[in-house]
T-cell receptor, first 112, second 113 residues
Framework: DVKVTQSSRYLVKRTGEKVFLECVQD?????MFWYRQDPGLGLRLIYF???????EKGDIPEGYSVSREKKERFSLILESASTNQTSMYLC???????????FGDGTRLSIL | AQSVTQPDIHITVSEGASLELRCNYS??????LFWYVQSPGQGLQLLLK??????LVQGIKGFEAEFKRSQSSFNLRKPSVHWSDAAEYFC???????????FGAGTRLFVKA
């Protein structure tokens, strides 16, 4: 079974802090994704990566950056956390082509 | 622009009753179609997928979905709901030749005894 592991289930940070969310997958997937999930809005794509050191902006990249130094790891960075970034963050990965995405359990991030 | 619509924000069904969750998409060609389920505090789990061929696809946990090209729909069904099916369900569309998957806003299913 594919395993996508997010480093924290719950995280509480203060405004202005630099926040790192880590995601690791064990299936040698080329593609990795970061989403945020808010009630009534479904999942919105923040960034994705289709190869090591490659990244593409999604629909809501403002205030975020990402890093993919190794194939199995994809990090989401909040450069200066703000209260409107309080949300559930989901990481996903997939093979190339038409294969479905596999999701981690999510990180519920609160910015105070 | 491409979009996915799940018209029902929430649905309540009695245990043992049948279930249908609606999904419509807007896209010029036939996309890849998925249904995911999310239990509270968990990530999304793939229930089933449609790429091509037979328009009725079977998934895990007794779910099935039917692709109707003329209606741009991909509705999820289950003949007899169990209490453990209470969760949020997401329809998703992946554009052919692309990386991006578009998710609907979700339908929360409540199951009453």
């Amino acid at each position: 079974d594919v395993k996508v592991t997010q480093s924290s289930r719950y995280l509480v940070k203060r405004t202005g802090e630099k926040v790192f969310l880590e995601c690791v997958q064990d299936m040698d997937h080329e593609n990795m994704f970061w989403y945020r999930q808010d009630p009534g809005l479904g999942l919105r794509l923040i960034y994705f990566s289709y190869d090591v050191k490659m990244k593409e902006k999604g629909d809501i990249p403002e205030g975020y950056s990402v890093s993919r130094e190794k194939k199995e790891r994809f990090s989401l960075i909040l450069e200066s956390a703000s209260t409107n970034q309080t949300s559930m963050y989901l990481c996903a990965s997939s093979f190339q082509g038409n294969q479905p995405q596999h999701f981690g359990d999510g990180t519920r991030l609160s910015i105070l | 622009a491409q979009s996915v619509t799940q018209p029902d924000i929430h649905i309540t069904v009695s245990e043992g009753a049948s279930l249908e969750l609606r999904c419509n998409y807007s896209y010029g060609a036939t996309p890849y179609l998925f249904w995911y389920v999310q239990s509270p505090g968990q990530g999304l789990q793939l229930l089933l997928k449609y790429f091509s061929g037979d328009t009725l696809v079977q998934g895990i946990k007794g779910f099935e979905a039917e692709f109707k090209r003329s209606q741009s729909s991909f509705n999820l069904r289950k003949p007899s709901v169990h209490w453990s099916d209470a969760a949020e369900y997401f329809c998703a569309v992946r554009l052919t030749g692309g990386f991006k998957t578009i998710f609907g806003a979700g339908t929360r299913l409540f199951v009453k005894a």
